[in-house]
């Protein structure tokens, strides 16, 4: 998982060559503003085949956050 998002916000970062971790933070470590943390979420959501509501995404705050929505929605799905 962690991987697929490396990949995802490497296209909102000015460096290839960054290690993303789950404590990062998506404001202030990969340096995103409002615009482009929604646009990630919709990258997000088409990679992962989720749906992601506006009202989860100011819960987004480390890359932790999303990787716990994300596993979240899954379990859902299973069930």
């Given at each position: 998982?962690?991987?697929k998002?490396?990949?995802?916000a ?11 971790t789950?404590n ?14 929604v ?8 990679v ?6 506006d009202r ?5 705050k ?7 929505y994300i ?6 799905t299973?069930?």
């Amino acid at each position: 998982m962690l991987d697929k998002l490396q990949k995802i916000a490497r296209k909102y970062t000015d460096s290839e060559d960054f290690t993303l971790t789950e404590n990062m933070t998506l404001l202030t470590d990969l340096g995103l503003n409002s615009y482009e943390l929604v646009q990630m979420v919709c990258d997000v959501e088409d990679v992962f085949e989720i749906e992601i509501p506006d009202r989860a995404i100011s819960g987004f705050k480390t890359v932790q956050n999303v990787m716990d929505y994300i596993a979240s929605q899954k379990e859902r799905t299973l069930i």
